[in-house]
C-alpha cells in the first residue's frame, strides 16, 4: 500500500481537510493550553507533548475562517514541520483515506487569501471534497511574516 | 564528495585531540626549555602518528608537511637543535596547517588547495643545525630508544633486562641498531636467538611491565566516547523524568497507601541522583577552554613585544558543556584584554621596579552552586579617574553622576556601549566594543562580571557563573491566569505593597508609575498590562506584592497578580515560530504538566521601556542600597531544617526552646497538637512549610526540637531538625527570594541562612490549623 495517496483527514467547520499521513507525527485529543501573550494570533497557545514543548497553530485563525464555537474543545493533529513539531487545532478527527491521483485538481484559481497559499490542491472524493494543506506553509510562514510586523 | 569511513573519522578526532595537547607542550616547552624531554618525547609521537596514519589513507600533502616537521623535532629531540621561539612558531605554524588540512578533510573529504611550501622551506631552513651533528649511527639508536620509552611510560623490555643484569646496554643498543635496520622482531626475541639470555629472562621482564602498565592503560579503558546529542537527549529525558516525579509528588499525602508512598520515595531520590548523574556527563573541565590560552597569549605576547607568563589554577573546574561554549570567547576577549592593555612593556615594567615579565593568572573554583572564574594581571591596572574623563568625554554619564560614583562604580564604567580606554585601537582590541559584549554573554547565561583595579598593581576581573543551564531555579508567579516563571538571576526582592495608601503606595511621574523604596523612586512594569493590555488591580484581592527585578543594571518593580514558589525548573527553548517575542526566553513544564512560559527580564524592561533610558542613575544608587540593606544587629535563632537547610529566627519573637517526646504528639483535626502549661499547642513542621524538598527524617526521632512563640495569645510550636545556635549579628541580606514564610537569605557567620517570616507564615498556617479543629469535631 503506498502511503503516498493517503490522507489523514479532519474537518474545521463544513469543510475537509487533509494531510499526508507521512506528515502527521500523532493525532492526541484536546490538551490543555498556555496562551503566548503578544504571539500572533495563530498561535493558539503551548502544548505539553511528553515533555517537548510544542507550538499550537489555530488552524481557522490560520485559513481565515470564523472563531470555533468556545464550547468545542478542538483536536490536536501534530505535524512534523521543517521547524520541528508543530500542533494544527482542528475541529475533529476524520479517516485516513486513501485517494487516487485521478481524483486531484489544482486549487481553483478564484481561491484567494491566505487559503491560497495554504492549499496545494482538491480531491474530488464522492459527495465531497478533500483539501490538501501544504504542512510547512501552514505551521509556519504567516508565523514569521509576523515577526517582520 | 566521498562518505568518511569510519578510519578517517576516528584519525580526525584523535587528532584534533592530540593537536591541542600538542599546542599546549610546545608553548610550554619554549617557557621551561629544561624539562622538555618528555614533552618533545609527546610532541614527536603525535606529529609521528598523524604522518603515519595520512601516509596511510593517502592525504599525501598532509603527510608531507607533517614529515618535515617530524625531521626538525627529531632533532629537538636528540638535543642537536635548541628550542627557540623561530622553531616554536614554525612548529606552532606547522600545526595550524595541520588543523585546516584536517578541518578540510573533515567537510570535503580532500585536503585542501592551500600551499604550504612556505611552511616546509621554513621548517627545512631550520633544520640545518648551527653546529655539526654528532655520529649519525648512535643518534637513531638513541632515538628508538626514546620513542619505545615515550610510547609506554614504563621502561621498555631492554631497559629492563639491563636493570635485572641479565644483558649489558651494549648488547641491546647493538639489537636496537639491528632493529633499526629493519629487523621486524622484538628486541627479546633477538636477544634470545642470539642466545644471551634464555626466555624465561624476556617473561620475567615482560611481567614487570604489565604490572606497571595498567596505571597509564587504565584511563583508556575506562572511558569511552559518547556523542553530545545523545547527552543532550538524555538530559532531556531526565528533564522530564524530573517532571513525572514533580506530578506524582502531588498526588502522595499522609493518607496515601503506605507501598505507594516509600515507592515514590524511593523514585524521588533515584530520580535525583539520576539527574545529578547526567548532568555530570555534561560536564567538562575549564581546560578545554583554558587550554588554548597559552597560545594566544604567547602569539599575541610576541606581537606586542611583550613578556607574560601564565599560570592557571583549578583547570579541572567543571562546568556544563553549553557554559563552557558560551564563556569561550568572553574569556578570550578578556585575556586578550589583559595581554594587550593590562600587561606593559618590559621596559616600562622595568621602570616601574617589576619584573620585565608579565604574569597572568586564570583562576577556577566551585562555590555554593556556582563556578567563579578570576583573571588577573600584574600590570599598569585601570585608572579611575581617566575612565571618568572618558565618560564624561563620551557624554555616556552625566558630570553629576559620576561625581557620586565610588571608585568601585567608576571601574564597572568600563563595562559599557561604546567605551573604551586604550590609547590607540591596536588590532587585537580596543574599538569601542568588547568588554559590553562580554558582559552581555555573561549575563546572558545568568552569570555576573566584576572588576577590581589597582593602579600599578593590576587588574582582577572576576566572573561568576551557574554550574548549568538546563535547570534553574525561578519565581513562578501568574498573571491573567497564567503562570510564568522569573529566573531568580534577576530578583533582587520582593516588597509589599502598602495597601494603607492609595493605590497601594504606587505614584505617578506623569503617567509612568513609580514607587518609593528606601527613598529611591522605582519604575512600576505591570505585568499584566504588558502582556494582556489589562492593568491589574491593586488592593485587597488583587496585587499586593511588588517584585523588584534587574535588568542591566537596571532596577524596576514589576506587578503581578499572584506569587507562587520558587521551584527547579528546566529550560526549553521555544519553537522557532516564536523565537521573535522578546518578553520570553523560553517555555518549561510545570508540576501539573502545563507549559509555563519563562519571563524573560531584560526584553520584558526593554518592552516597557525601562532599560535604554538614564542608566547612569541606578550606578549610582547601587552603593547607597547595600548601605542600606545591611541592617542592625539582631539576635538569631539558628535552626536546621532537613538535613541541610539553616534558618534564622529573630529571637525577640521566640518564647522558649522545648523538647517535646513524639509520643505526647496527638492529632486534632489534621494538625498534631501538644498539651503544654494547660493550653492544646499547635504544631508546625517548619520542614512543611518552607522547604523546597521535604526532606523525610529518616528515622523519626524520639523527641521533637520546638520553638515556642507566642501568636495572637496563643502558644504555638515550631517544629525544627535541630536547634543550631544563637547569634548576634547584622544579617546583610543578599537575595531576598520569597517563598509563603521566608523573608530572604543571608549570611551569617560564614553560612547562607534562610530569614523566616514568622508573622507572614502564621498568617498562612495558622487560620488553617486553628479553624481545622472544630472541623475535626464536626465530623
Known sequence: MLTENQYCTFTLGPFMFGVGVREVQEVIRYQEMTRVPLAPRTVGGLINLRGQIVVAVDLRERLGLPARD??????????????????????????????SPSEFEAAPDTLTGTARDLITGVYKLEGKLLLVLDVNKTATTELEIAKVA | MTELDDVVKEFLVESHENLSALEQDLVRLEQTPDDSKEALA???????????????????????????????????????????????????????????????????????????????????????????????????ADASVEVERAEAPVAPIGELLVQAGRVTREEVKEVLELQQAGDPRHVGEILVEQGRIVPEDVVDALNVQKKAKPQTGGLADTTIRVEVSQLDKLMNLVGELVLARNQILQFIGPDTDAVLQTTTQRLNLVTTELQEGVM???????????????????????????????????????????????????????????????????????????????????????????????????????????????????????????????????????????????????????????????????????????????????????????????????????????????????????????????????????????????????????????????????????????????????????????????????????????????AFSGATIMGDGRVALILDVLGLAQMARVVGTTRDRSLGDRGKHAQESAEKPESLLLVRVGTRQTLAIPLRLVARLEEVALDSVERAGASNVVQYRGQIMPLIHLSEVVSEIVEADLVAPEVLSVVVFDHLGQSVGLVVSAIVDIVDEAVKRHSTAKRPGILGSGVVQGQVVELVDLPGLMQRVLPRAVSDAPAALVA
Open chain 2, 280 to 582: 555530570k556527563t555534561r560536564m567538562q573541565p575549564i581546560d578545554t577552554v583554558w587550554s588554548k590560552f597559552p597560545r594566544v597569549i604567547r602569539d599575541l605576547a610576541r606581537s606586542c613585544r611583550k613578556r607574560v607568563r601564565v599560570e592557571m589554577e583549578g583547570r579541572d573546574t567543571e562546568l556544563d558543556k553549553t557554559i563552557i561554549e558560551a564563556i569561550k570567547d568572553p574569556l578570550t576577549h578578556i585575556v586578550r584584554n589583559a595581554v594587550d592593555h593590562g600587561v606593559e612593556s618590559p621596559e616600562e615594567r622595568e621602570a616601574a621596579g617589576k619584573p620585565p615579565e608579565g604574569f597572568l593568572r586564570l583562576q577556577a573554583f566551585h562555590e555554593g552552586g556556582h563556578v567563579n572564574i578570576e583573571i588577573s594581571d600584574d600590570g599598569g591596572g585601570i585608572d579611575p579617574e581617566k575612565l571618568k574623563r572618558k565618560a564624561q568625554e563620551k557624554g555616556l554619564v552625566s558630570a553629576a553622576a559620576l561625581a557620586r560614583m565610588s571608585e568601585r562604580e567608576l571601574l564597572s564604567l568600563i563595562f559599557m556601549p561604546g567605551f573604551s580606554t586604550a590609547k590607540e585601537v591596536t588590532n587585537v582590541s580596543g574599538r569601542g566594543v568588547g568588554m559590553d559584549v562580554v558582559k552581555t554573554n555573561i549575563e546572558r547565561i545568568g552569570g555576573t562580571v566584576d572588576i577590581s583595579s589597582r593602579i600599578g598593581a593590576g587588574t582582577t576581573i572576576h566572573i561568576k557563573i551557574p554550574l548549568t543551564l538546563a535547570i534553574i531555579p525561578a519565581l513562578v508567579v501568574a498573571s491573567g491566569h497564567e503562570r510564568f516563571a522569573i529566573p531568580q538571576v534577576s530578583l533582587l526582592e520582593l516588597v509589599r505593597m502598602d495597601l494603607e495608601k492609595p493605590n497601594g503606595g504606587i505614584e505617578d511621574v506623569s503617567g509612568v508609575p513609580v514607587y518609593r523604596l528606601r527613598g529611591n523612586l522605582l519604575p512600576i512594569v505591570d505585568l499584566g498590562f504588558e502582556l494582556f493590555g489589562k492593568k491589574s488591580n491593586i488592593g485587597e484581592n488583587g496585587v499586593a506584592t511588588i517584585v523588584v527585578l534587574q535588568a542591566d543594571e537596571r532596577q524596576f518593580g514589576l506587578l503581578v497578580e499572584e506569587i507562587h514558589d520558587t521551584e527547579e525548573i528546566v529550560v526549553k527553548p521555544l519553537g522557532k515560530q516564536l523565537k521573535n517575542l522578546s
Open chain 1, 70 to 99: 468556545s464550547t468545542v474543545l478542538p483536536m490536536n493533529v501534530v505535524v512534523c514541520s521543517d521547524d520541528g513539531a508543530v500542533s494544527l487545532l482542528v475541529d475533529e478527527i476524520g479517516d485516513v483515506i486513501e485517494v
Open chain 2, 42 to 140: 609527546r610532541i614527536f609521537r603525535t606529529v609521528h602518528t598523524v604522518k603515519g596514519t595520512c601516509g596511510f589513507l593517502g592525504f599525501s600533502k598532509l603527510e608531507s608537511v607533517t614529515h618535515v616537521g617530524e625531521n626538525l623535532l627529531s632533532k629537538l629531540r636528540d638535543g642537536v637543535l635548541h628550542v627557540t621561539g623561530d622553531i616554536t612558531s614554525a612548529l606552532l605554524a606547522l600545526v595550524d596547517a595541520i588543523r585546516e588540512m584536517l578541518t578540510s578533510v573533515e567537510t570535503t573529504g580532500e585536503e585542501g588547495p592551500g600551499d604550504y611550501s612556505a611552511l616546509i622551506a621554513e621548517l627545512t631552513r631550520l633544520l640545518e643545525p648551527k653546529q655539526a651533528p654528532p655520529k649519525p649511527q648512535l643518534r637513531a
